[in-house]
C-alpha cells in the first residue's frame, strides 16, 4: 500500500502570519497532526527550518509526543538542526537543501558534491536510531551518489513533474525519469519516497511510478482543507493513491 505522509508546515505559515514573535497562536498543527492521523495518514512532516519560518521547535517537540504514526523531520544538513534531530528522535529525518530566499524547497540536494558530510550524518542518525531519506531530483549521478551515502530511503523531487504536468509532451518526459530513477533506487536497494507539488490533479498519473512506498504532500492538502475541513482533504488525496502496486 502507498503510504501518506502530511507536511503540515503551512498550518504553522498561517500561525505565524499573525502570531510570530508569540507563545500562543492558531492554528496549531499538532491539532492538524491529529486530525490527519484521525483520517488515516501514514506519517507526519515537518520541516524546522533555519529561519524558523513556520514550524518552531516547540512544534517538533509537540509533535513528538503527538504523533502516534511516524514523524518524519525535514531538515538541512547543518550542525544546530543535526543536534535537535539527534535528541528529538524523529522516526526518520529527510535532508533537503535550504535557502532563505526560497518560498519553499525548490530544488534537490546536491549528494554527488556533498557525500562525505551527508554520509556523517547519515551515519550519526542511524547511529541514534532514526532512519535517513535524502530530497532528490531523479538524476542518475544523484541517486548513485545516495547510494554511497547509505542512506535508507530517497525522496524523488516531483516538483518539475507538477510544474510540468499541463504539457503533455513534458509531464512524460518527467514521469520517464521518474520512472528510471525509482527502478534504479530500488535496483540499488534503497527505498523510494516521493514528494512536492503533488495534488489531486497530477497524483492518479503517479500511479505509473514503481516501487513508492510513501507520498509526503503538503500544499495541496492544506489548501483544499480551507474548504472541506483537513480529514476530508486527507481523505480525498488517500482515495486517490488506493490501487497503487508497487
Ligand atoms: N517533500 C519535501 C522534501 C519538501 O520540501 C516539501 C515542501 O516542504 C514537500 C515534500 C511537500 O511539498 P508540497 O507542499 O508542494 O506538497
Redesign the pocket.
Known sequence: MLKLGV?I??VATLREARYRGRSHGEPDPVEAARMCETAGAHGI?A?LREDRRHILDRDVWALREAVKTRLNL?MANVPEIVEIALKLKPDIV?L?PERRTEV??EGGLDVVSNERALTETRKRMNDAGIEVSL?ITPTPTQIEAASYVGTQFI?L?T?AY?EHFADRELREEELDRLIAAAKQAHGLGIKVNA?????YENLPALHRVPHLVEL???????SRAVFTGLGDAVKDMLRLMEGYSA
Open positions: 507536511n508546515d503551512h512532516t520541516h525535514e529527510c533537503v519553499t524547497t530530497f525522496e523531487h516538483g507538477a514528494g512536492h507539488g503533488l495534488n509526503n504532500i503538503g500544499h495541496s492538502i492544506i
